[in-house]
């Protein structure tokens, strides 16, 4: 049998090679390549003229998206392959464009001189600051949501719920599918300030501004008001060492009434904390601060905070991308351990 495995040389080079790729995928998406090329076939001297850019670079630019299979040429001209017209424009099941602004920003805040330095000495690595990184962190947030906030509103079973907190709730639109899904639910959403003018927006639009209320503040402060029949926390102790993540379990305990039920939404990780792989990659990359957590170990935080042990439900399918994550839902036990 011939042995395909490239040599341990190749292996590295393609490792390297991987940062490129991402680089060329993000220069082409903020210079709006992909939507230039969204209904036609574009010649490079014309694509340059839409695009403002020089013809030499754009050629280079485009052979790099050649051997990435996003573009591919007809005659003299490019066009998009089908993956790049399903993820890269539009609003369809899959698109995914938005995640490209997100991570690209996450990676020119935090380049490797801060990683090493945040390894050496620890300490916070700058969250998103500017109105850009917070347009482009929601509207990330935005699609993800678009693609699962029918299914979390779902798996949570509010039935029998008045009450649903959506902590670090950012845009909303887990609030809006619990609401619109449960007609008798009653929202709140806490979060930053930043990140609750786009929530205003989103349920303003929705019509639901009578049933979703905005309390602006941290999660760290431990007072979310309350009792609520049901928390949601998605995607949000990813950003907290586990010492906050037990803090806030517990204040969550706090804030549920009697049966109440703790829904935490992750890229949970298994116990060796290397499935899914994205998990540890946006861990050291990306959740500075936090963590991509183990289900053994939020388990156990849980479990610490008075909650049964919880079940874990995988919400999305084969198709969707890993940063779904999945959910562990806790119904609250009568008295805290801790
Ligand atoms: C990764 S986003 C997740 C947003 C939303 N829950 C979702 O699943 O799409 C994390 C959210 O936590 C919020 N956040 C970060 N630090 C926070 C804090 N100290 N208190 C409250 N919210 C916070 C951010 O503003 C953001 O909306």
Redesign the pocket.
């Known amino acids: 049998m011939v042995d395909k495995s490239p040599s341990p040389s190749r292996y590295i080079e393609d490792l390297l090679a991987g940062q490129m790729r991402a680089r060329s995928l993000a220069i082409a998406h903020r210079l709006g390549l992909f939507a230039a090329l969204a209904d036609r076939t574009c010649e490079v001297t014309e694509l340059s003229n839409t695009l403002g850019v020089h013809v030499t670079g754009l050629r280079k630019l485009l052979a790099t998206l050649e051997t990435m299979e996003l573009v591919g040429r007809s005659g003299d001209g490019y066009e998009l392959t089908e993956i790049a017209r399903h993820s890269l424009i539009g609003r369809n099941a899959q698109s995914f464009g938005e995640f490209v602004d997100f991570f690209t920003d996450q990676f020119e805040s935090k380049p490797i001189s801060l990683l090493l330095n945040h390894l050496r000495i620890g300490g916070p690595v700058r969250p998103a600051t500017t109105p850009d990184q917070w347009r482009h962190y929601m509207a990330a ?1 935005d699609r ?2 678009h693609l699962s906030a029918d299914r979390i509103a779902q798996a949570m079973q509010l039935d029998r719920d008045q009450t649903l907190l ?1 902590l ?4 909303g639109l ?1 609030a809006i599918a619990a609401c619109n899904r449960y007609p008798h639910v009653n929202a709140t959403i ?3 300030d ?2 609750l003018h786009f929530a205003h927006q989103n349920i303003s639009d929705a019509r639901l501004a009578d049933r979703i209320r905005l309390r602006p ?4 402060d431990g007072s979310y008001g309350g009792p609520y029949d049901v928390i949601l926390l ?3 102790i990813h ?1 907290f060492d586990e010492r906050t993540v037990q803090r806030i379990f517990s204040a969550c305990h706090t804030a549920l009434g009697v049966d109440g039920r703790l829904v935490v ?1 992750d890229l949970f990780t298994d116990g060796g904390r290397t499935q899914p792989a994205l998990g540890s990659l946006v861990a050291f990359h990306m959740w500075n601060e936090g963590d991509a957590y183990s289900v053994p170990q939020t388990t156990g935080l849980l479990v610490n905070a008075g909650f049964q042990p919880p079940r874990h439900v995988q919400f999305r399918d084969e198709q969707d991308p890993e940063i779904l994550g999945s959910l562990l839902i806790s119904r609250k036990t009568d008295s805290t351990s801790t």
Not at 168 to 171: A, D, I, K, L, R
């Open positions: 947030m993800m949501a959506d670090g709730g950012g845009p887990y806490l979060d930053l930043d990140a503040g941290s999660v760290t998605s995607h949000t950003l939404r």
